[in-house]
Each structure stands twice: as structure tokens, then as C-alpha cells.
């Protein structure tokens, strides 16, 4: 997600600064912008001078503070990981500029949470976007307990600067987004649980039946199933409604580390340079519990 929303605010005109820790992740950070933009390139949709402006306006760091020290706004996108998004929320009020409005990429977790490690709640706020973020033209803007109107104005603005189509909401647990998306890939997970149908019927259903584009199952290997855990998870413990507990499958799949696409298996199996689809040997159509 980081990689794609610096590609997006680089091919915009927007001067980035993209930090993470590890210099290996910089570099493949990199080399999937370049590689993302070359495949606009060759639909038609930029030109090789705008490919080589965008490329140039990224700069990378390894330490937050040289990278965020005059920024107007930080963009987190670290994972879902609560403990770890509030360490990163105290140290930009630390190192970042008074006028520095702080977003979240998060997919479920809190707002008006996130805030409270600053001294800034006012203009602190929700961004989310879609994946892949190049693409896809929704970004969910959250407004948290204590995010001020002109912080939501300058973010829906700004997000249409960069041509999407931003939905303020408000801050409850998965916003709109994850509250109604990970119920459905949830009891897909239970439809395959409980031996109903295979993944490949499962989505086939989904995708003929509702003109899906992806069918649940794929799309939870697409998110990452850990993801989808975490999210539930929060919904879980923030409505307390049983509604939102995950299926035991899926945690069992995250625990034995079948993560989907980016782990190599999860409800399908992936193949470094193949885009065929082939459902994982843990799974036929008459055998979905495990």
C-alpha cells in the first residue's frame, strides 16, 4: 500500500518522501513504482518524461525524522498493528512541523486511538485507500472524534488533486469499507468451512452471479488473510457481536502461516511470474473443513 500510494502522489507532481527501515524494502519499493509505471506506460495512460518525473520526485529514508522533518502531510501505512501505529503517531508529533495534518492508511483501527498519541488530534485523520491504489478510485476518508472540518476539507481535496473519489465517514470500528466487505469474505471462509462448495464454486458464484470482479476467496488471499484476521478481530472486540468472529479456518491458515498471494498459498497457491490460478491441495470441492 505504501508503494502505491507514493507512485500515485509522485505521478500527481507531489514531492515524496518514502521511509521504512529497511533499505531491502526501499529498494523493492522502487523497483514496483518503476515497474507499476512502466505498465501505464504501455496502456498509454503517461508518458516516459511523466514515468521519469514521477520517479525523481521520490526520495527514500530509513529514519522517520530526516524524512518527515517539512512535510505537509504523512501518509502511515504500516501493518494493521495497533501498538505499533501509535508508536509511529507519537513519534511524527515529535518530529513533524506543527502544520503537519497525520494520516492513517488503516484498514479498521481508530481514528480518534491514533490521535490520542498526539497533541494534534484535530488534524489527525483517516485515509484509506483501495489496492491496488494506482487503480482503484475510492479513498475512504475518516473523520476521527477530534479531526477538525478543515482537516476532512483539505484531505477530500486533495485526494480529488490526485483524481479520486473520496467518501468521508465516520470513525467506527472498520468504517464502511471493512464493515461490510470482511463479513462477506468471512462467511465465504465459512461456506468453504462447512463443505457447502470449493474455493473456485465459491467465487465462480460470486463473480457470475453478482459481477464481482474478484471472487471473495481470491480477494482475501489478494488483501492477505492476516489482514482480514486483524480486521475482523477489531470488528469483533469493538461492536461485540458475534457476527464478526473470525471462522475458525481462517485463523488456522494465519497461524500455519498460509497468508495468500504474498505468503505463496492461501486459498489459492502462486507462482512467482504466473497470473493462472490454481486452488492450494489443501482444498477440494468435497472437502472444506480442515
Sequence with gaps: MGNGIAHVFAQYGFQVSLVDVDEKALDRALRTISKNLDRQLSKGLLSEMQKDRALEKIV??????????????VIEAATENEALKLKIFRDLDQYCPEKTLLASNTSSLSITRLASATNRPD??????????VPMMKLVEVI???????????????????????????NDYPGFVANRILMPMINEAIYTLYEGVAGVEETDSIMKLGMAHPMGPLQ??????????????RVLH???????????????????????????????????????????SSKFNTDQGRR
Design 60 to 73: 527514500v529514508f530509513t529514519k522517520l525524522q530526516d524524512g518527515v522533518q517539512d512535510t505537509d502531510l
Design 123 to 132: 488534524k489527525v485523520v483517516g485515509m484509506h485507500f483501495m489496492n491496488p
Design 143 to 169: 473523520r476521527g472524534y477530534s479531526t477538525s472540518e478543515g482537516t476532512v476539507s483539505s484531505i477530500v481535496a486533495l485526494s480529488q488533486k490526485l483524481d479520486k473519489e473520496p467518501v468521508v465517514v
Design 219 to 232: 480477494l482475501a488471499d489478494f488483501i492477505g488473510l492476516d489482514v482480514c484476521l486483524a480486521i475482523l
Design 237 to 279: 472486540t469493538g461492536f461485540g457481536n458475534p457476527k464478526y468472529a473470525p471462522c475458525p479456518l481462517l485463523v488456522n491458515m494465519v497461524e500455519a502461516g498460509a497468508l495468500g498471494r504474498k505468503s505463496g498459498e492461501g486459498f489459492y497457491q502462486y507462482k512467482q511470474d504466473s497470473k493462472e490460478l490454481q486452488v
